[in-house]
């Protein structure tokens, strides 16, 4: 498994800030990347856990995670 995970479905109004505190539940956040053009997010993202454990819960805690009505989809990549 990788640490990189591809986050799907999130919300317009999400800002990097938010991705951040959610995920350091699952673990260490190295990096995030919400995934905009011309400063408007396209409704996707990567983030990059510090170890593959971390990667694990994450995407257990967050594949389905609804936020702004919006059901996100993780995969790691």
């Known amino acids: 498994m990788t ?10 109004n999400v800002t990097q800030a938010q ?14 990347h919400l995934v905009e053009d011309q400063g408007i997010s396209k409704g996707f993202a990567f983030v990059y856990m510090a170890t593959e454990a971390d990667s ?16 996100w989809r993780l995969r790691s990549c």
């Open 19 to 32: 991705l951040r505190d959610l995920f350091l539940l699952a673990g260490e956040v190295t990096k995030i």
């Open 56 to 71: 694990h819960k994450a995407l257990e805690r967050f594949d389905g995670y609804l936020l702004d009505e919006c059901p």
């Open 3 to 12: 640490t990189k995970l591809y986050v799907g479905d999130v919300s317009f």
